[in-house]
């Protein structure tokens, strides 16, 4: 799928030397009465690939739209690369974050979603380098060589001038991770990317992630039920249950001994 | 009828056309800006565009004329008639415009702009960039019944002298005594502006479709 040549403009910003990139302090998310997250604690180090599993309902997307600044925790502080994302240090206390702190911080965390939400108003090339562009302040040819090694990346070279309309689901998808790497984040965010692919259009997405995954630095938080893939790219698997992690460890662990029961009913029911 | 009358017609539907241009002109301005207020995260700025929009609902755009032109001289100010028909018809329009725009706005769908939250748009790029560019093909059609209801609205400036094509005409029927023929030929007249101007903002909307890649979709004479 990728030529080795377009990886090396894929690079990704430094890793903060092999440590911890996220970190989840007592995080406790609620909807009304219903307790999502509850008091979650976790960590994952940079340039690790970290998969989230659990029944559904068990709060894996709302993890990744919390480290999105999609919404914000009820209590607890979750920070990345050292920095918070939901707080500002103001003469010693932490106090909640302003929105140009929140935007300062966002910007080392690209997230994919599972409907692509392609802009359909930009063709491909400009939803690619609109943000490098207007948000990073790349030049537009900067911003368009780097793109185009994106494209090549994920193996649509050709479609750089079509609307999105005019793509495949896993076309768009792919559009849709090249997007967010040309933001190079530090860490990027997969919620279930294949999930709302035709069967045959999965496999091309999940190898344009995997390529990622081998060949760049970055730090991948995924929620998949693609049990295979998982496997594949994953240094560690979370197990996720009414809001906690309660399992987890590297993905032979997971998916052939795990400790507890619950993991194991998981597994049975999607394996 | 005579020449000079036809002129007097002719001339009026320019009055016509100009009153038109004008407060659609304002009433565009107004709906834009009273449409993304009533989107604002801020509540007082919510409630107040609400209130304007609930006036301006609420009173005739007649009365606001007569308002404007009769009342606010005792107040000091002496409106142009042609000045107090675009006010009145403008404000009153655009608070039916707003309410065009916040359905466009909100039609847009959430994950749109968390898309764009997600590559780090400020709220202004992300409303310049993404959600309106999708918006506006949704407004054109009701804005082209809101500028229809507004020729039609402009009308009413002929209580105020202002020589429009129904103050022309009631002029040239003094004159002549004609009334079947000049009111027929106004009715003419009316269609024809509102027919060009459906058509000018046919061709806006398949514009907007276009540049957000809904060309085909465009074309095929739906809704
Ligand atoms: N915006 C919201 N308003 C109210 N409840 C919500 C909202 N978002 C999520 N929830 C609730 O939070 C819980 C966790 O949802 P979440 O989407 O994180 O689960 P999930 O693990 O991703 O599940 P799935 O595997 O089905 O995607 C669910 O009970 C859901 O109903
Ligand atoms: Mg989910």
């Known amino acids: 799928m990728s030529a080795d040549s377009s990886l090396s403009k894929v690079t990704v910003n430094p890793a903060v030397d092999g440590s911890e990139l996220i970190r989840f302090d007592k995080v406790t998310k609620r909807f009304g009465a219903n307790t999502v997250l509850d008091a979650l604690d976790f960590t994952v180090s940079s340039g690790k690939h970290v998969t989230l599993i659990g029944p559904s309902g068990s709060g894996k997307t709302t993890i990744l739209r919390l480290l999105m600044t999609l919404a914000r925790p009820d209590e607890g502080t979750i920070r990345v690369g050292g920095e918070y994302l939901t707080h500002e240090e103001r003469g010693g206390r932490l106090v909640p974050a302003g929105e140009k702190h929140v935007r300062e911080v966002r910007k080392n965390i690209g997230m994919v979603f599972q409907q692509f939400n392609l802009f359909p108003n930009m063709k491909v090339m400009r939803n690619i380098t609109e943000a490098p562009v207007h948000v990073l302040g790349l030049s537009a040819d900067e911003a368009e060589e780097r793109a185009r090694g994106l494209l090549e990346l994920v193996g649509l070279t050709e479609h750089a001038d079509k609307f999105p309309t005019q793509l495949s689901g896993g076309q768009q998808q792919r559009v849709a991770i090249a997007r967010a790497l040309a933001m190079r984040p530090q860490v990027l965010l997969l919620d279930e990317v294949t999930s709302a692919l035709d069967p045959e259009l999965v496999a091309g997405v999940l190898d344009v992630l995997r390529d990622i995954a081998r060949t760049t630095d970055i730090t991948m938080l995924c929620v998949t039920h693609e049990m295979n893939f998982a496997r594949d790219i994953s240094d560690d698997v979370l197990m996720f249950d009414a809001g906690r992690v309660i399992e987890s460890g590297p993905p032979e662990k997971i998916f052939n001994d795990p400790d507890q029961e619950r993991t194991r009913q998981f597994l049975s029911a999607v394996l | ?223």
């Not at chain 2, 995260?41 to 565009?49: G, K, Y």
């Not at chain 2, 606010?72 to 404000?91: I, K, R, S, V």
């Not at chain 2, 004159?175 to 058509?199: C, D, K, N």
């Open chain 2, 1 to 223: 009828m005579t020449g000079p009358l036809w002129v007097l017609l002719l001339k009026g539907a320019w009055i016509t056309v100009q009153l038109m241009l004008y407060s659609a002109a304002l009433a565009a301005a107004v709906a834009f800006g009273i449409g993304l207020a009533r989107t604002s995260r801020l509540w007082i700025v919510r409630f107040l565009s609400g209130v304007y929009v609930e006036f301006f609902r609420g009173t005739s755009a007649l009365v606001l004329m007569f308002w404007l032109f009769f009342a606010l001289p005792l107040l000091g100010w002496q409106l142009a008639g042609l000045w107090a028909g675009t006010l009145a018809l403008g404000l009153s329009y655009g608070a039916y415009g707003s309410e065009v725009v916040r359905g466009a706005l909100q039609s847009v769908p959430a994950a749109q702009r968390e898309a764009a939250v997600a590559l780090s748009f400020s709220p202004w790029q992300r409303l310049r960039k993404v959600i309106l560019p999708q918006a506006v093909p949704e407004m054109m059609p009701p804005f082209n019944n809101l500028l229809i209801e507004l020729l039609k609205g402009t009308a009413l400036a002929s209580l105020l002298s202002i020589g429009e094509l129904t103050f022309e005409a009631k002029l040239a029927r003094l004159s002549t005594g004609e009334s079947a023929q000049v009111y027929g030929i106004i009715l003419v007249m009316y269609f024809v502006i509102a027919f060009v101007v459906t058509r000018v903002m046919r061709l806006l909307e398949r514009r907007a479709k276009a540049s957000v890649g809904q060309a085909s979709l465009a074309g095929g004479g739906h809704r």
